[in-house]
């Protein structure tokens, strides 16, 4: 995309207008569109293509409720991960309520490296039993959500965060095992490597300055038009609608920088 476009794009502001184009060409092309709360517990018709709708709340922002807005009127589903930081409890009653999933954006390594300044893998591995007390962190950050909205909280996902790399370790490295998901009361966590091998295509979305918009090769328009059996997209609702300020400092990057093209492969974060 030419600068001058990028420019026009952010001068809009309109990317949910593009998120609908993506669920309404996923409704004509006879996708069901789902959460992964939904796809773990089977509940869609085995017989349609799959959409999976992902959104990781990573900052707030005013994309969360629009593509929930817009997701009713197609009769979506969809799972919407909440950090700490980004808690809403109203928005994500009202998620549940509509039969969405509002669940955890987990990060109890990053937050235990912060807690601890630790700076490096092996200053963390030096704590007796880190891995245990992290899980704790993750299973308390649980059992508040679900305590205070009375939701389920049946898949989790992972959120990366500097620390994450300082240490070489992901928060999806207290998950692995599966044998933790009876103790933290989960049924699937996003990056679990066998549900991520049955996702003929995995999509994420980026800034638009990189790559149009997409990572990882294919936009969710070539997926659908290729009639991918099980598509999972993931989408960060900041990425799709910016305050006054977040848009002006856009309009500042794509003017000084222009856009750029990332040759990007698919990794578990």
Known sequence: MSRMGLLIRYLKNDRIREYEAILQAAHKRGYALISLRDYIL?????????????????????GTRAMFEVEKRYGA???????????EPQLMQEIEAYGSEASLHFEPIADFVKANRVRS???????ENWQERCLNILKADLERFRNL???PCLTIASHGEYENSL????????TEDISTYDNLGIKLEAYNKEFIERVTSYISDVPIEINGGYRYGVTPFEAIEQEEE????????????????????????????????????FKRI
Do not use: C, M
């Open 149 to 151: 909205l009375d939701i």
């Open 121 to 127: 893998k092996e200053e963390l591995e030096a704590f």
């Open 42 to 62: 089977g509940n869609f018709d085995s017989r349609k293509k799959l959409l999976i709708l992902r959104h990781d709340v990573d900052h707030f922002s005013g």
């Open 167 to 174: 240490v070489k370790t992901p928060n999806n490295y207290l």
């Open 77 to 87: 589903k969809s799972s919407f991960y909440f950090r700490n930081r980004t808690f």
């Open 230 to 265: 099980i598509i999972l997209f993931l989408t960060h609702p900041n990425h799709w609608y910016y305050s006054p300020w977040k848009q002006f400092r856009k309009l500042i990057k794509v003017l000084l920088k222009g856009g750029e093209q990332k040759a990007e492969e």
